[in-house]
């Protein structure tokens, strides 16, 4: 879930348009053709029931969510060297208590793109959008029930690969506006990205990455800041099977102005992207990611979230129509946390908060028929903080049908 724009912003939104493009690629594989056009329609439906909805150590309230969207995707070859791609997930989501939090989503995997290629160049527009009010995942995030926001990217991105050297570079303009109150985590962002790296095989490269984020606030209680990250990467594919990527280096944050009582001020830190993927046979796979990220704070008052996640993921197709997935996380993160005087939004005074997230859950899917079929899932998570009134334990369970025209 992207709440808001991340530490190295600009290398994990270019990442995250990376894997998107190559998620629409396959999916277009089973697309049906409308002229020269590639193109899908989905509708979904789903129940869930959060016994701690609103994410409280001293006031826990339960809810029942229901949910229904509808996907849309297509692709268009619009010449021989150019292709048009689009695709969204439109839903509404309904809390039959706290009716107040009902309302909209667009998936964060909304994404419209244009790529043109000359010879071994590709340059690629893009606009990312998408608006999202759940906070479930948010390890940093305690005591609030949703934090709608929309998010909006538009850039562009170019590649070139002459011969065994591949090098890249995005620019992209991103803009966040918050439904909260008071506004305060409304903001622009510029983001830039380069990659210099050589090509060993096909699908295995090395190299130095650089990013550079500039975050421009509406409001004071969250500073603009610069963010610099400078480190290599590798993308290895060890055998067809196993895939390996990993990358990292330091990060500094450099904020334009330090905190009431200096937790807000300057980080000198590091940054890690590691992955692992392994298709053990044609029925059983899993997967191992490990990332560090300095992060853009969610909570008033403090300007940035250093935080390290863990997951880990197992699916076993049992048949060919019915397949589960077991998964577990762990957050390590620590943020600047403010305390404001009475009703208004001055920050009075702010300390480090240290927390940690445990997390794990089941899924059971299930293809009904060749254009129906349906997910059951449950997951659990375990929030502590060195803060009095910022621990707690969530349960969710759930069921999701969706239909593919």
């Known amino acids: 879930m992207n709440l808001s724009a991340r530490g190295q912003d600009?290398?994990?939104?270019?990442?995250?348009?990376?894997?998107?493009?190559?998620?629409?690629?396959a999916q277009f594989n089973s697309q049906p053709y409308v002229g020269p056009v590639q193109f899908g329609l989905g509708a979904n439906a789903g129940v869930t029931y959060d016994d701690n909805v609103n994410g409280?150590?001293?006031?826990?309230?339960?809810?029942?969510?229901?949910?229904?969207?509808?996907?849309?995707?297509?692709?268009?070859?619009?010449?021989?060297a150019s292709d048009l791609q689009f695709g969204t997930s439109i839903g509404y989501v309904n809390y039959e208590r706290q009716v107040?939090?009902?309302?909209?989503?667009?998936?964060?995997?909304?994404?419209?793109?244009?790529?043109?290629?000359?010879?071994?160049v590709t340059v690629t527009f893009f606009d990312q959008l998408s608006y999202t009010r759940q906070v479930h995942t948010e390890a940093a995030l305690a005591n609030i029930t949703t934090l709608p926001q929309l998010n909006n990217s538009i850039g562009l991105q170019s590649e070139w690969d002459p011969g065994h050297w591949v090098l890249s570079a995005?620019?992209?303009?991103?803009?966040?506006?918050?439904?909260?109150?008071?506004?305060?985590?409304?903001?622009?962002?510029?983001?830039?990205?380069?990659?210099?790296?050589?090509?060993?095989?096909?699908?295995?490269?090395?190299?130095?990455?650089?990013?550079?984020?500039?975050?421009?606030?509406?409001?004071?209680?969250?500073?603009?800041?610069?963010?610099?990250?400078?480190?290599?990467?590798?993308?290895?594919?060890?055998q067809p099977s196993l895939t390996v990527t990993l990358g990292g280096g330091p990060v500094f944050y450099m904020p334009?102005?330090?905190?009431?009582?200096?937790?807000?001020?300057?980080?000198?830190?590091?940054?890690?992207?590691?992955?692992?993927?392994?298709?053990?046979t044609d029925y059983l796979s899993h997967s191992l990611s490990v990332n560090r990220s300095l992060q853009a704070g969610l909570n008033q008052g403090g300007?940035?979230?250093?935080?390290?996640?863990?997951?880990?993921?197992?699916?076993?197709?049992?048949?060919?129509?019915?397949?589960v997935s077991v998964s577990a996380?762990?957050?390590?993160?620590?943020?600047?946390?403010?305390?404001?005087?009475?009703?208004s939004a001055v920050v009075l005074a702010s300390t480090l908060e240290n927390y940690d997230q445990y997390g794990g859950g089941f899924q059971i899917s299930w293809k009904i028929?060749?254009?129906?079929?349906?997910?059951?899932?449950?997951?659990?998570?375990?929030?502590?903080?060195?803060?009095?009134?910022?621990?707690?334990?969530?349960?969710?369970?759930?069921?999701q049908l969706n239909y593919a025209f």
């Open 256 to 280: 334009q102005f330090a905190g009431p009582s200096g937790a807000n001020g300057s980080q000198d830190t590091y940054y890690v992207n590691a992955s692992i993927s392994h298709q053990l």
């Open 56 to 80: 409280s150590q001293l006031n826990p309230e339960s809810d029942v969510l229901t949910e229904a969207g509808i996907n849309v995707s297509l692709n268009w070859p619009a010449t021989d």
């Open 100 to 120: 107040s939090n009902s309302g909209l989503e667009i998936s964060p995997d909304s994404a419209l793109t244009y790529a043109i290629s000359l010879y071994d």
């Open 369 to 399: 028929t060749d254009h129906l079929s349906t997910t059951l899932n449950y997951n659990h998570l375990e929030r502590t903080s060195n803060l009095s009134g910022r621990d707690y334990s969530d349960d969710q369970i759930g069921l």
């Open 303 to 323: 300007s940035y979230i250093e935080q390290l996640t863990a997951a880990y993921a197992i699916h076993w197709q049992l048949t060919q129509r019915i397949g």
């Open 170 to 238: 995005s620019y992209s303009h991103d803009n966040t506006v918050s439904d909260h109150p008071d506004d305060y985590l409304n903001h622009s962002a510029e983001d830039f990205v380069g990659r210099l790296g050589w090509r060993f095989a096909e699908a295995t490269q090395a190299g130095l990455e650089a990013s550079d984020t500039l975050t421009s606030y509406q409001v004071s209680s969250l500073y603009n800041s610069a963010n610099l990250s400078v480190g290599g990467y590798l993308d290895w594919q060890v």
């Open 329 to 343: 996380n762990y957050v390590d993160g620590q943020q600047p946390f403010a305390t404001t005087g009475g009703t």
């Open 10 to 25: 600009a290398l994990f939104n270019s990442a995250s348009l990376d894997q998107t493009t190559v998620a629409r690629a």
